[in-house]
């Protein structure tokens, strides 16, 4: 229940400042979080990041005010944070599929992002198996690729991703780099402020190890809750993963360091319903 009323105040936080400045660090405090941990939690526990949100909640009062008063666009523009016109106008069309000026209109249509809320669920009336592993600093051979978390493009570009490495052969050649014959996508410098990651497909591999024209990267060392997923890709895993940020983050008082967070694969058939893979994420005791 407390967690859910620190959430409720962010919310509260955010929504009575939309006319004016907002800091990812102002806006954590409130919720007495890492700004990190904050983003994460968000960003999982709602499907979209708090920067996308604060977007939409001001293009959605920019609109209405649009609508029903004669202020000037410009003065709208700089209300809800836009330098420019040009700017707002162009983040206007792009929500609402038309200009700031056609919102005065009579019977337009216009789009609206919804005040969010939380409400208590209540849960755990399944057990969640984890373990916390304390893993030195570790070196990965792998393929890397930058992608934006904005409008859920991760989600859509990850998968693809893992096609591509499957298809051209990049899969299996990373396995004969690797300590282990597992697979890892790992989520890399992850900053939720510009809304974007680096996601890895690698393998665990020797120090030193040639990486034959592949990228390598070192996982500094950490403490990691170790969750299992059992049952078919991707729906399993993806279920962990909202339980992990709905029940386990805020029943056990751990918190993300903001560290490299990644999914560990052993061979199977990841369509079966025994398959089983582990989520593995860095933490810290509050």
């Not at 941990?37 to 499907?47: A, C, E, P, V």
């Not at 949100?53 to 000037?72: D, F, G, H, M, P």
Request: hydrophobic share 40%; proline share 6%.
């Amino acid at each position: 229940m407390e967690w859910l009323i620190r959430m409720k105040n962010a919310l509260d936080y955010m929504e009575s400042r939309m006319t004016g400045p907002l800091r990812i660090e102002e806006i954590a405090a409130v919720a007495y979080v890492s700004p990190f941990h904050f983003q994460r939690m968000f960003s999982m526990l709602t499907g979209v990041t708090v920067a996308d949100y604060i977007r939409k909640r001001r293009l959605t009062l920019a609109a209405q005010e649009l609508a029903i008063s004669n202020i000037r666009v410009l003065d709208v523009a700089l209300k809800y944070g836009y330098d420019s016109p040009e700017s707002f106008a162009k983040a206007f069309r792009k929500a609402h599929g038309l200009t700031p000026s056609a919102a005065r209109e009579p019977g337009v249509q216009l789009k609206a992002f919804p005040r969010l809320s939380f409400h208590l669920s209540l849960k755990g009336d399944q057990e969640m198996d984890y373990k916390i592993v304390n893993k030195e600093a570790f070196t990965v051979i792998g393929k890397s690729m930058e992608v934006t978390t904005k409008d859920g493009e991760n989600f859509r570009r990850i998968p693809q991703f893992w096609d591509e490495c499957n298809d051209d052969g990049t899969s299996d050649k990373l396995i004969e780099f690797g300590l282990r014959e597992e697979w890892l996508g790992i989520c890399m410098c992850m900053d939720m402020q510009k809304e974007m990651l680096t996601y890895w497909i690698a393998v665990e591999s020797p120090p030193g190890a040639d990486p034959q024209g592949y990228e390598t990267a070192v996982v500094p060392a950490a403490t990691w809750a170790v969750f299992k997923s059992v049952g078919a890709m991707p729906d399993a895993i993806q279920g962990v993963w909202q339980r992990i940020f709905q029940e386990w983050f805020p029943g056990t008082g751990y918190e993300h360091t903001g560290g490299p967070e990644f999914e560990l694969y052993p061979p199977g058939d990841t369509s079966a319903g025994d398959y089983v893979c582990e989520i593995w994420i860095p933490v810290m005791k509050k």
